[in-house]
């Protein structure tokens, strides 16, 4: 995983989520997600912190992509 968006990615697939079911559990579009995972752009740091307890990522490795969030 080299990225925030791989990281979504690979953690939702893993989940054997859609982006629409993911979207919808954590209450953005489906595009939304879309955009995060394709890298072009980044979700805020509270959605985030919604994006990683829904898909049990450890909130250690939201420390250590820092500076990809936006705050």
Known sequence: MDNLSDLIREAREAKLLTQK???EAIGVAP??????ERGANTPRK???RKVFAYLEIPLKNLEQKKGTAHE
């Open 31 to 36: 595009e939304t997600i879309s955009t995060w």
């Open 46 to 48: 509270p959605i985030l």
């Open 21 to 23: 079911e993911l979207a």
